[in-house]
């Protein structure tokens, strides 16, 4: 299943509600939210892995989950303990020059700590001193099955769950002057 075989479905999001640590998933698409516990207990790698999409689309479209409310609730991460954050560095030309950089040749690849994903009105923890704190919003590619030495870019979107926001957060001390070569400690 692709991002554009639920495209039938008016505006699909699959989220997760409630106090970190115990989300739980729900849907909503049609402007109503769903609970889809009754498809899983959690959107995370496993949901993935066990074809949880294709479940929870199947389930949407055949009107068997119920109706939840997510007015007041916190809205966690939209994916729990992913098991890799890969971040791509200097992709936008402009904001490469803005920083003094060229454009790169290849991508600038770096991971970030699976930890640090939180829900959008969580707290950042910011490194205690940090005089160079930057964000920047950044659009987040959600893989839902492996993806390792594709044959070429027309498979790659065969492998995508969704797509979602993220603040790529960095201490530019510690990335840029502080780095040793790498951007892993800033981030």
């Known amino acids: ?14 989220g997760r509600i409630g106090d970190p640590g115990r989300e739980r998933p729900v849907v909503v698409f049609d402007g109503v ?20 999409l294709e479940a929870l689309v199947a389930a949407a479209r055949a009107g068997v989950l119920p109706a939840t409310t997510v007015d007041g609730e916190r809205f966690g991460a939209p994916v729990g303990g992913p098991r890799k954050v890969v971040g791509i560095g200097l992709n936008y030309h402009d904001h490469a020059r803005e920083t003094g950089a060229t454009p790169p040749a290849e991508p600038v690849v770096f991971l970030k700590d699976p930890g640090c994903v939180v829900g959008p009105d969580d707290d950042v923890h910011i ?46 001390e510690l990335q840029i002057e502080r780095s040793g070569g790498q951007w892993d400690k800033g981030k």
């Open 127 to 172: 490194p205690p001193g940090s005089t160079k704190t930057d964000w920047e919003v950044e659009l987040a590619v959600v893989v839902g099955s492996t993806a390792s030495y594709l044959s070429g870019p027309e498979v790659a979107l065969d492998h995508v769950a969704g797509y979602t926001i993220a603040n790529d957060v960095s201490e530019r």
């Open 33 to 52: 939210a769903y609970d889809a516990r009754p498809v899983t207990d959690d959107i995370d790698p496993g949901f993935f892995d066990r074809g949880g």
């Open 1 to 14: 299943m692709t991002v554009t075989d639920i495209a039938p479905l008016p505006a699909l999001a699959v």
